[in-house]
């Protein structure tokens, strides 16, 4: 059997991932030398086709939008975070040649979360409420002790949201997107929104904000983040999620403990800043 020495990030868009610069960051650090990873511009239409090309040399993929979901039916397994939230972000082939699917993006934002301090919530915010917005959900579950409130655009968004709350054993309170700016009051927001949604609100900040976790990482500072920092509120921004779900994944397609952190963090924020030169 040949040796399973291959990885890659898949989604589209992907030419904007930082992927492949954390993973390869961790390779180097590591000795392993022969591991590649690579990015793959791959939609709903072909993930299925992409899987059935793959070769015993595969040992994992990373996922980004639009297929989290989208392949879930073309796994042989998945994890019960996975599950939780009907989203996988990671899949590992097994010796055997089993797909088997987990989310890295729950543990990620907690361990995100935690490096800056937050440990426990009595209330959260989260906006928008796309795959993201359930994996915040679910890590919400293990570290907030009250309601959150999600900020949405329509009522199947709503529907959805109300869903993953009774689902993962949240009180989710609906707030439609018009009163988004009140919203940010609360000790915790957590905004998944795409590039741009949150640049609106950045002037409804709070005096005294809570903690602010923006998961975009490019462009960055996001509007949002930008003015919560000038405010005094601590940001915890898209790279601190990406580099420790990327940690996670790291270990469990190479099976090396622990993945490099601060070099696949300094990797990152390399590549980042080459952007903007």
Known sequence: MPARHRAAVLGSPIAHSLSPALHRAAYRELGLADWTYERFEVDESGIGPFLGGLDGTWAGLSLTMPLKRAVLPLLDEVSATAASVEAVNTVVFTEDG???????????????????????VDRATVLGAGATASSALAALARICDGPVTACVRSEARAREMRGWGERLGVEVRIAPWEEAPAALDTPLVVATTPAGTTDALAGAVPAAPGTLFDVLYDPWPTALAEAWATRGGPVVGGLDLLVHQAVLQVEQMTGRHPAPLAAMRAAGEAALAARVR
């Open 98 to 120: 089993r797909r088997v699917g987990d989310n890295t993006d729950v543990p990620g934002i907690l361990a995100a979360l935690g490096e800056h301090g937050v440990e426990r």
